[in-house]
């Protein structure tokens, strides 16, 4: 309900904007077109934009594969081994189990497979095209000077891993959050056709998690509170920002969950691809116990709804003498 309510809080706002800009009804009422019916550019088609279409591939997944492929190939030419086998499997004796699924993801985790995904698209991006709202520069974060050369050096992925996992620890945000983060984050790329590069990944980054949290979590973070962890930043200016990603995203902020689970399982492999293990624990008797509980109450559920199901069917049996109706001609 409360995902619900800033939906709708948002399609005031994007009606309002359409307001302003003189595109209204012509009895006086700001006309807001549904985000289904709107028309896309034919280069921005729904099926090709991985956001939006779940059968279309993630962008960051695509842009991982030439170093890994490369990597890969730098280690048979050399012949480097694998090294220590670190994985852990399973045996007749302990079953090791992630605590991460699609529903629960792991914290740690998933926001380690984002910021990788995130490395990835500032290292292979296309080209440097930006906005100014988003150029560190033009609005700093911090009020340390901003070296000339700031647009030069690509972060690493612990530079970019520190800068998110100290937001989601200050605002206390979900794992899940993480994920939606991603996905604007790619909208944001598509529908604006500019790239994440050193100069704006940052202020992008923050633009996100900012939407994402207020979307996804029912208490959500309030702008002023993410003036408290970052300490030289004035609500004015994410303010500003906030309204500028919306407008950028055409104020498209669903997420489907074809397409959440989506970008889930592509993390996964984005972590395999790079020695990224999600952490095994072995499967306690505690844990075997509420395993089996919570299996054992879809099965009834399964059960229940089947049972519902058929007497659904069964009813249009019982049913005898059924009266038709005169065509009235006129």
């Known amino acids: 309900p409360g995902t619900e309510r800033r939906a709708d809080a948002y399609q005031v706002a994007a009606a309002a904007a359409e307001a302003e800009s003189g595109?209204?009804?012509?009895?006086?009422?700001p006309h807001l077109q549904h985000i289904s019916d709107r028309e896309f550019p034919d280069d921005l088609a729904l099926e090709s934009n991985p956001s939006d279409h779940p059968r279309a591939s993630t962008i960051f997944l695509s842009k991982s594969q030439t170093d890994v492929r490369e990597k890969r190939k730098s280690n048979h030419i050399n012949?480097?081994?694998?090294?220590?086998l670190t994985k852990k499997?399973?045996?007749c004796s302990t079953i090791f189990i992630d605590d991460s699924t699609v529903s629960q993801p792991n914290?740690?985790?998933?926001?380690?497979?984002?910021t990788l995904a995130i490395y990835y698209h500032i290292k292979n991006r296309d080209s440097v095209r930006s906005l100014d709202i988003f150029d560190e520069k033009s609005h700093p974060l911090t009020r340390e000077e901003v070296p000339d050369d700031y647009s030069k050096h690509?972060?690493?992925?612990?530079?970019?891993?520190?800068?998110?996992?100290?937001?989601?620890?200050?605002a206390q945000l979900t794992a899940e959050c993480a994920i939606v983060t991603l996905v604007y984050l790619e909208r944001l790329l598509t529908y604006a056709e500019i790239d994440i590069c050193p100069s704006n990944w940052k202020r992008i980054v923050l633009g996100a998690i900012?939407?994402?949290?207020?979307?996804?979590?029912?208490?959500?973070?309030?702008?002023?509170?993410?003036?408290?962890i970052l300490k030289d930043i004035t609500v004015e200016d994410m303010n500003e920002m906030e309204r500028h990603f919306l407008e950028l995203l055409q104020f498209n902020i669903n997420v489907p969950a074809s397409v959440y689970a989506k970008y889930y399982f592509d993390l996964r492999s984005l972590a395999d691809d790079n020695n990224l293990n999600f952490l095994l624990e072995p499967l306690s008797k505690e844990r075997a116990q509420k395993l089996e509980a919570i299996s054992r109450l879809c099965e009834d559920k399964y059960k229940d709804l089947s049972k519902a199901a058929m007497r659904r069917s069964f009813s249009a049996d019982n049913l005898v003498g059924i009266r038709r109706s005169n065509a009235i001609l006129s």
């Open 154 to 170: 690509d972060p690493d992925h612990k530079h970019i891993y520190r800068f998110v996992r100290t937001l989601f620890s200050a």
């Open 210 to 228: 900012l939407l994402a949290s207020k979307v996804w979590d029912d208490q959500a973070v309030w702008n002023v509170d993410y003036c408290q």
């Open 79 to 84: 012949h480097v081994s694998p090294g220590q």
């Open 107 to 114: 914290l740690r985790s998933t926001i380690k497979c984002v």
């Open 23 to 29: 595109d209204s009804d012509p009895g006086g009422g």
């Open 89 to 91: 499997y399973s045996s």
